[in-house]
Each structure stands twice: as C-alpha cells, then as structure tokens.
C-alpha cells in the first residue's frame, strides 16, 4: 500500500496532470473527435443539400415556364384547328373542292383513305390530283396552309412545264386529314 503522505507532492500534480491528460485525451478520440468530424460532415451535407434544394428550385421555375407555354400553345392550337368528325368527310372534301375551285383547278381526283387513330386524333390519308397553272397550284399549296389547319400536306408532285400562261401543270397530293375519332 503506498502512503500519500511518501509520495512528494510534485509526483501526485505530474501523476495528477497524467491521469487528466489521459481522461482529456481518451474523452478527445471517444467523444470530441467523433463530433468534430460529424459535424464536418453534416456541414458538408448541408451544403450539398443546398446545392440540390437550388438545383431544384430552377427545375421548378422550368417547369412552370413550360407548363405555361403548354397552355399557352395549346389555346392556340384549340382556337386555330376546328376539329370535325370524322362522319363529316364528305364536307372536308366538299372543302377542298372549293378551294381548289377557287384558285382556278380542276380535280381529277380526290380519294380518302381508311383513318388511323393517333392518339386524340384521326389521321386519315387523302390522295389529290389537280390540273391547272402552276401559279396557281403553288397558290392552292399557300391557302392549303392557311385555311384548312387540320389538314397537312404530306407531299407533292408537279408535273409538266411551268411556262407563262402554261394550263397543262399536273400536280398530285398527299395529304392528311385529321379529324375527330369519335365522330365516326
């Protein structure tokens, strides 16, 4: 058994101050240490978590800018194509009968084919063929464009000589009509 009362007092402080400088370092690598570098690390989570909250932030602002334009482009869409159904094809080709009138053709043929469902829509094909003077078949393909929206030309094919004053153009047309489903 040791006596205190032997021991000199500067060998208990230096006893003292090892046993404290062992807790403090054992508390150190235990507790401290681990919590420095949770902390470090939380610290960089949080910033990366940051970046990603930012990083989403401008996908939302995107998507609300799209949403937008969608809607935006789809009023538009709605106020310029006048969708028939599909039982209304004899009209459609009543339509078309007129424009090409209208800009001085005649038709020599004008031939629906069976519709394709895509979608919300009805594509179907129809073949023209159209005789008359190439300025007006080139105009016919511009009032194709801008009067009847819901039909697309597909193709065409102009045959004969463009000269001055020349009736003698040929021109076949693919086109698409596109039509309600539902209507019949």
């Known amino acids: 058994m040791i006596r205190i009362a032997s021991v000199p007092t500067p060998v208990i402080h230096a006893g003292g101050v090892a046993i404290i400088a062992c807790v403090a370092g054992a508390w150190y690598a235990l507790a401290l240490g681990p919590l420095e570098n949770a902390r470090a690390h939380a610290h960089a989570?949080?910033?990366?978590?940051?970046?990603?909250?930012?990083?989403?932030?401008?996908?939302?602002?995107?998507?609300?800018?799209?949403?937008?334009?969608?809607?935006?482009?789809?009023?538009?869409?709605?106020?310029?194509?006048?969708?028939?159904?599909?039982?209304?094809?004899?009209?459609?080709?009543?339509?078309?009968?007129?424009?090409?009138?209208?800009y001085g053709l005649t038709i020599d043929e004008l031939t629906p084919k069976e519709g394709i469902v895509r979608g919300a829509l009805a594509e179907v094909p129809i073949n023209a063929r159209v005789r008359g003077g190439y300025a007006d078949v080139s105009r016919f393909i511009g009032a194709l464009h801008d009067r009847t929206p819901d039909i697309d030309v597909r193709g065409f094919d102009i045959e004969g000589t463009p000269a001055r004053g020349s009736e003698d153009v040929r021109a076949v047309f693919a086109l698409a009509w596109y039509a309600d489903p539902a209507g019949g």
Request: glycine share 4%; hydrophobic share 35%.
């Open 45 to 102: 989570e949080a910033g990366e978590l940051s970046r990603e909250q930012a990083s989403m932030e401008q996908l939302r602002d995107q998507h609300r800018l799209l949403s937008a334009e969608h809607d935006r482009l789809r009023e538009q869409l709605d106020e310029r194509i006048d969708v028939l159904p599909r039982s209304r094809m004899n009209e459609r080709l009543a339509g078309l009968t007129s424009l090409a009138t209208e």
